[in-house]
């Protein structure tokens, strides 16, 4: 999968998250079901960010696979994680045929204390992809940060760190969401300018309601243009009307993205399979 993201100029992925409730699974693999009829080239699983619940990542990704016999990507995050841990989470993984991962940090989880988190066994997301690079046979991605990490002290040290990624194996590189393209456009091109040769596959979050702004939005530290928060003022309060407005604007992000030569899309689809379908049907 990875060569075919070298090869191609363009691609499709989508981004699904393993469901809160045991119960939930089914629905969440009927998801999986419709995602499947719209041919991406991927289709990744996040991780919790503490890894307790990785199995749950390991059973979605085994179904993408083995089931709908797709390329499935497996996040994983190192923040709360021992080396043993991630040797049990990556032994799941081959054992599933499961080849491909993103490799994270993560965030602290609510229930980790600031000592705790300042000795983390992986302090970043460079010695998880280390250590796996040494330890396993898996392809590996990694994050990038279009607008900077929120804690990356400048953009300039944030690429740096995206550098020593690509040195130590990342193959490709998922962003975080952005919606003002200019700002991808302007990191591409200062990646390039550090070294960057993988891969920047942009990451695109549907806004369908104007909720999403103030919580998912917020925590990835992503700016909203005045064009969307208009849209969110306007249609804030009309479910329908914020629905099709958010994915116009996803379609018509993704559209100028394309115009630009910039092909490698990767939507944060949320477990929304109709959203994502009326999306895809439009471009
Ligand atoms: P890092 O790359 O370690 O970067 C964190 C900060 O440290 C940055 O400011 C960076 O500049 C700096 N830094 C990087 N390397 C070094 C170094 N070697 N030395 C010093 N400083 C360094 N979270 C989840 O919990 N689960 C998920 O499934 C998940 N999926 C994600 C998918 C994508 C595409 C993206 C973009 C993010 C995802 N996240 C997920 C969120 C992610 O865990 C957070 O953004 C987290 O705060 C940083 O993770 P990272 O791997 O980018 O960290």
Redesign the pocket.
């Given at each position: 999968m990875l060569k075919d993201m070298f090869a191609k100029d363009s691609s499709l992925s989508f981004?699904v998250f393993p469901p809160k409730k045991d119960d939930e699974f089914e629905n969440c693999y009927k998801v999986l079901d419709s995602l499947a009829t719209l041919n991406p080239d991927f289709i990744s699983v996040?991780?919790?960010?503490g890894g307790s619940r990785s199995k749950k990542t390991v059973d979605i990704t085994s179904y993408i696979q083995n089931t709908l016999k797709l390329d499935a990507m497996a996040?994983m995050?190192c923040v709360g994680s021992s080396e043993e841990d991630i040797l049990a989470v990556t032994k799941d993984l081959e054992a599933a045929g499961v080849s491909h991962v993103?490799?994270?940090?993560?965030?602290k989880p609510r229930d980790m204390s600031d000592e705790q988190f300042e000795k983390r066994i992986f302090?970043?997301?460079?010695?998880l992809i280390q250590f796996l690079n040494k330890n396993t046979n898996l392809n590996i991605s990694?994050?990038?940060?279009p607008e900077k990490?929120?804690?990356?002290i400048s953009m300039d040290?944030?690429i740096a760190?995206m550098k020593?990624?690509q040195d130590m194996g990342a193959k490709m590189f998922?962003?975080?969401l952005f919606f003002d393209n200019a700002d991808f456009y302007r990191f591409v091109e200062r990646a390039s300018q550090a070294g960057i040769t993988v891969p920047i596959v942009a990451?695109i979050m549907p806004i369908t309601s104007a909720k999403q702004i103030g919580s998912t939005v917020t925590l990835a530290g992503s700016s909203v243009p005045k064009k969307l928060a208009d849209i969110c003022a306007r249609y804030g309060e009309d479910a329908e009307a914020m629905r099709a407005a958010g994915i116009e604007y996803a379609i018509n992000q993704i559209q100028d993205l394309k115009r630009c030569g910039m092909g490698h899309i990767?939507i944060y689809c949320m477990n929304k399979a109709k959203m994502t379908a009326e999306i895809c049907n439009a471009l």
């Open positions: 981004e996040t991780y919790g960010a996040h995050t993103l490799a994270l940090r993560g965030d302090p970043h997301a460079t010695d990694a994050s990038c940060y990490h929120p804690e990356a040290s944030d760190f020593m990624k998922i962003s975080q990451g990767h």
